[in-house]
Every structure is written in C-alpha cells, then in structure tokens.
C-alpha cells in the first residue's frame, strides 16, 4: 500500500485556448479544431498532454492535426502567427495583443496546483516552507477550509 502524501492546494488552473485574432470573434472548440492545434509534445509536458487528451475525448472533440511544440510559448508564438490556435495552461504568460485567450471552465479543464511533500515527519526547513505557503494560501482564500492535510 502507499503511503498518503500531505497535500496543500495551492490554486486552480485550466487549460486556455489561444486563438489567432485574424480569425476574429466568436468561435467555439468544434470550430477550432478544423485547424491545426499547436500544443506540448508528450515528451515535454506528460501530465499536461494526457490530461489535455483525455478532456478532448470525454468531450468528442476531434482536432484535425496536431503541432507538436516543444514549449508552450512556441504554440503561443504559432496562434500569433496565425498558423494555429493553442492550448496552454493558465499559469502560461501571454501578451494578448495578437492573439485572443479564452480560459475553459469545464469541470474537466481545470485542475489543483499544489505542493506535497514526503509522509514522514518533515525537517525544520521544510516545515516552515509549508506552513508560509499555507498562511499565503489562508490569506488569499480566508474562506477555504482545504487548508494543509498533513
């Protein structure tokens, strides 16, 4: 049996679509898909990749062709080009002057960011680390009560 690792909850991302401006306004997942989609290589982001996947086929999403990048920045840089749209994560940093975000809300485009840490009884440095990070957590969520399980 393995062990239960403490986890902190840290934040909430999703995957945001990354859609050229020249194809103007409106536009959902279906109508996106007839284009090319520049995103991750397995081999760079698994978890990400995966997770990404799994959503498309949960919802039927079929995507036309695939660009795989070795970066997200790089699927960025090909949605400002025009050449593609992209999926990124939330936490990707984006100037939005060539291209239009739109962050996915569904249940199955978000997930937890968080920290974990070994079972046992953590070090002093460790600990302290920990409880900052959930004093930080507190502050911006006063009203969570998915504080540290430890």
């Known amino acids: 049996m ?11 991302a999703c995957f945001v679509a990354v859609v050229p ?5 409106g536009g959902t997942l279906v109508d996106f898909a007839r284009h090319p989609l520049a995103t991750v290589a397995r081999a ?3 978890a ?8 498309f086929a949960g919802e039927g999403h079929r995507v036309a062709d695939m660009i795989p990048v070795s970066d997200f920045a790089s699927a ?3 949605a400002a080009a025009g050449s593609a749209w992209a999926i990124v994560p939330s936490s990707t940093a984006i100037e939005p002057a060539l291209v239009r ?7 199955g485009a978000r997930w937890q960011v968080g920290l974990t ?6 070090g002093l440095l460790a ?6 990070a959930a004093e930080v957590v507190m502050k911006e969520r006063p009203d969570s009560s998915d504080g540290p399980q430890s």
């Open 2 to 12: 393995l062990p239960v690792l403490p986890v902190l909850p840290v934040a909430e």
């Open 21 to 25: 401006q020249a194809w103007g306004v």
């Open 44 to 46: 760079g982001a698994p």
């Open 48 to 55: 990400f990749y995966d997770h990404l996947m799994s959503y």
């Open 76 to 78: 960025v840089v090909l």
């Open 101 to 107: 975000l739109m962050p996915m809300r569904a249940e």
């Open 117 to 122: 840490r070994v079972p046992s009884a953590p």
């Open 127 to 132: 600990l302290a680390f920990w409880q900052a």
